[in-house]
Structure formats: structure tokens, C-alpha cells
């Protein structure tokens, strides 16, 4: 069995123990057992970090020195990217992710943003020149200067833990705030690595802060109140996300929320593959653990018994391939947690009750092992209005809708509180386009294409969240505009 070293706090610039010794058992999703250790810290240890920030923001020349922050923030880059292996038993362990999981989103995929993210910082315009204009009699010289936001309380989830920390930290950091990262109590470890290499890099003190811990809310409420504070970066649910935006309501803090999603996916009747395209709607990546998951199959009525047999056969395929700890080509490991477990199965029962049928799966897969494993599951006959097709299950559960037409189609997919991602597959890409258009999400891939990329903006409408990761506009969120105008 694996054990990693305990994890430990990294605060103004020193790693060390939480301040009363505390530590708290790192559990693995495939088994249940203990693979580690992390410090557990108290609020005297977030208040030390939201001082150590603040101080570092305030009295160096951190958020102004470009090229300091560039040399060493590239230097942590390529310090986590020497850790690959590590960051890969950390994701699989501790993350629960499958093998081919972990050479996506969990930890090559980002590794592999990291370069561009630094191309995309060396075109931010730090200073504009917009020309002399006479107002109300006066000429003046006028500048647009950006410049940092402050301090960041950086606040993790844990389904794509090392992924997310990469899209906020980093353009954090380069943007020239400084930072405190408060990741998720299941997922210490893949935080916990970030503060200990920043320590060998030789950042400032108090430039980044990593504080792990196991109550879920008291420390990342300090990050939310304080008003040393300027501005919380959050990925997480949309009930976290509104709670959030409350606490920061007396502060007037700045908050960018990354959260949930009930994405749609259309195919149309057109579809020139349409067996393959509905076969490939299965939510098993990552056990359905991803917030831009497209979790709702819509479909034509004209070929809805097609569909259904489709599915049939794809997910009893799907049955005995997934599931395995050391296959490569395995995508789909365990849920998260034994809370998480019980929640998914909980929405199963919602959706019998309520009258979907059931198709695939709908079970505790036990025979996976000891470990929070559910069967990757599908819901037919299912209304747009039920429990299962409105809220946000974030396990391996589709739920197949029929359409009348593409207007049918585009209401459905809009029919939600939910904005994040979407998707439309036809045989005409003109018409794929339109509806494309009309689908109310921050990203829809068309026709297979991939929305979600390092250089493109990642964010949702509607209660999926404000603001964007990743892209210029990711930048953007930690950074501020001054407008300057000289007289003369």
C-alpha cells in the first residue's frame, strides 16, 4: 500500500507543521484506507497566512517587478513538471483518477498549459497610451496602466485538483498578486507538493501560501470575510459559490466562481455517425466528476428508439472495462469519498421515483473493491423537469432526453439554471453553428470540437459562475485597471 509524506502548510515562506501539531488522515477513494498525512490547520494558521500575504503584497516589490515573478514562477513551473511522477501517484491515490485520466486533466494536461500560460502573460499590455483629449477644457495626456488585484485566496475542489490549481495560481502569480491556496480537505497532498516546491525555488515570503486542512469551511470563510483579502478565485459547487459571494458582500470583494454544470448535448437526426455519437455520451470520465461533464443526451423523438438501443448495448459494453487501477487505457475510477458515493446513489433513487427508466448500472459497484465505486449509469424516458436532469449529480449518471425539432432542442438545452458547457452534433455544419449560438453556455464544442483549452476562456453563464479561468481573459480576473491622465 502506498503511503505518501505527511503533507505540510507552506506559510510565509516557511513549510511547517500546523500550530497546534494537528494532522489528519489522506484517504484513498480506490480503497478506503489511509495513503497519508496532512497538517491540519487552525484559524491562527490562515490568519498568519491572510498577514504573511498581505505584508508581502504591500512592502516588496513583488506585484511590480515583472521579471523577478517571471524567472521564479517559471521555476516552479518546471519544478512541477520534474514531479510529474509524483503528481501522478498523488492524483491516482489520493484524487481517485484512473490512469488515463491522470494523462488528460489531472496532471499532463495541465503540465502541459504551463508554457502557454506564459506565452499568453508576455502579451499582456501593462501600460496603453490613449492620446491627448480635451475634457471640460482641459488637455490631458491619458495612460491605462494595469496592475495587480492584491491578495488572492485561491480556494480548490477536489475533482481536478492540480488542474485547477494550475489555471488560477500561476496566471495569479504572474499577474503579480500574491496568494493563499486553500484546497479542498480530500485532496491536501496535490496542494501540499506546490508549497514545498516553491520553498526549494526560493519564492519571497509570503508571495504564495498553501494552508490544507480538514473542516471543510471555517478556513476558506476567513479568506472570504477578511478584507485583507481582495479577491477569491473559487472552483466548486454553485451552493459554495453563493455562499461565498454573501460572506464577501461586506467587503466588497472581487470574486471569480468557477462552478456547476448541467450541460447539454445535442445530437441531431442528421448526425452522420449518429450511432457512434450517441454511444460516446456516456459519463465515465473521472466517474462523471467534472463540472463541464455533458450529463444531459438530447436526442431526436424520430430516432429515440435508436438511441435508447444504442446506449443499451454501449454501456453493457462499457460494464467490464472500467474500473481498473492499473489499466492505461482506463478512464473511469471511484467517486471521491464515501459522502460522495451515497449522494450520487441518492439521486438514483430520486430519478426511479420519479419515473426515468433505468437502462444501465444504477448500483454500488462492490465488486470493484473496498473503495466508493458506482456502475456508470443511464436514465431514458427522462423530462427536462426532473430531479436527475436539473441539478448536478457529479457522478457517472447521463439522463437521455427526446426533442421535437431544433427549437425543441435549443429550449431544452437552455432550460436550465445551469450554463457551463454544451455540445451539438450534425451532418450540417451551418445549422450546428446556429444552434451552437443560441445554446446559453460559456463553451459548446460542435460537431466533436474542443472548447476547453488553455488559451480559450473557461467560464459559465447563469448560476455556473462569473468570470473565466484560463486564456487572456484568466489573467484579466487578477488584474485591475488604472486610468491615469496628466495635465499640460
Request: proline content about 4%; hydrophobic content about 40%; some cysteine.
Amino acid at each position: 500500500m502506498t503511503i505518501f509524506p505527511d503533507g505540510k502548510l507552506y506559510i510565509d515562506g516557511t513549510l511547517r507543521e500546523a500550530a497546534n501539531g494537528a494532522t489528519y488522515e489522506d484517504i484513498s477513494p480506490w480503497t478506503g484506507e489511509v495513503v497519508g498525512r496532512a497538517a491540519d490547520a487552525a484559524p491562527a494558521d490562515m490568519e498568519e497566512a491572510i498577514a504573511a500575504a498581505r505584508r508581502s503584497f504591500d512592502t516588496t516589490d513583488w506585484s511590480t517587478n515583472h521579471a523577478q515573478r517571471r524567472e521564479l514562477v517559471w521555476k516552479l513551473g518546471e519544478k512541477l513538471k520534474a514531479n510529474r511522477d509524483r503528481l501522478a501517484e498523488l492524483a491516482r491515490h489520493e484524487a481517485g483518477s484512473a490512469l488515463a485520466a491522470v494523462a488528460v486533466a489531472q496532471v499532463d494536461g495541465p503540465l502541459s498549459f504551463i508554457d502557454t500560460l506564459f506565452e499568453i502573460f508576455d502579451t499582456i499590455e501593462w501600460e496603453k497610451p490613449m492620446g491627448d483629449r480635451v475634457v471640460w477644457g482641459v488637455n490631458s495626456e491619458r495612460l491605462l496602466v494595469k496592475e495587480a488585484s492584491g491578495v488572492v485566496g485561491v480556494i480548490t475542489p477536489w475533482n481536478v485538483p492540480f488542474y485547477i490549481t494550475v489555471g488560477k495560481v500561476i496566471p495569479a502569480l504572474l499577474a503579480g498578486c500574491t496568494v493563499i491556496v486553500k484546497p479542498a480537505p480530500d485532496t491536501p497532498l496535490l496542494s501540499a507538493i506546490l508549497g514545498e516546491l516553491a520553498d526549494e525555488v526560493g519564492f519571497p515570503a509570503g508571495v504564495l501560501n498553501v494552508v490544507t486542512g480538514k473542516e471543510p469551511a471555517v478556513l476558506g470563510e476567513m479568506l472570504t470575510i477578511d478584507k485583507r483579502v481582495d479577491l477569491i478565485s473559487f472552483t466548486g459547487s454553485t451552493g459554495v459559490g453563493k455562499r461565498i459571494m454573501e460572506k464577501g458582500a461586506d467587503t466588497l470583494k472581487r470574486v471569480f466562481l468557477e462552478l456547476g454544470g448541467k450541460s447539454a448535448g445535442i445530437v441531431l437526426e442528421d448526425a452522420p455517425n449518429f450511432a457512434t455519437s450517441v454511444a460516446q455520451s456516456i459519463v465515465c470520465f473521472h466517474a462523471g466528476q467534472g463540472c463541464a461533464t455533458i450529463t444531459r443526451l438530447l436526442v431526436p423523438r424520430s430516432r429515440y428508439d435508436e438511441a435508447v438501443a444504442v446506449l443499451e448495448a454501449a454501456y453493457q459494453g462499457y460494464s467490464q472495462v472500467w474500473g481498473s487501477f492499473d489499466d492505461p487505457q482506463n478512464v473511469m475510477g471511484p467517486l471521491i469519498s464515501e459522502r460522495q458515493r451515497d449522494r450520487v446513489l441518492d439521486y438514483i433513487e430520486t430519478g426511479k421515483k420519479e419515473g426515468a427508466r433505468l437502462i444501465a448500472g444504477g448500483k454500488a459497484a462492490t465488486d470493484k473493491g473496498n473503495g466508493w465505486f458506482v456502475e456508470p449509469t443511464c436514465f431514458v424516458d427522462v423530462t427536462n423537469d426532473m430531479t436527475i436532469a436539473r441539478e448536478e449529480i457529479f457522478g457517472p449518471v447521463l439522463v437521455v432526453i427526446p426533442f421535437e425539432d431544433d427549437e425543441d432542442a435549443i429550449r431544452i438545452a437552455n432550460d436550465s439554471d445551469y450554463g457551463l458547457s454544451g455540445g451539438v452534433t450534425s451532418g450540417d455544419k451551418d445549422r450546428a453553428m446556429r444552434i451552437a449560438r443560441r445554446i446559453r453556455s460559456g463553451t459548446v464544442g460542435v460537431n466533436g470540437g474542443v472548447s476547453i483549452a488553455v488559451d480559450l476562456p473557461f467560464g459559465g453563464y447563469k448560476q455556473s459562475g462569473i468570470g473565466k479561468d484560463w486564456g487572456l481573459e484568466g489573467f484579466d480576473e487578477y488584474l485591475e485597471t488604472k486610468a491615469i491622465a496628466v495635465g499640460g
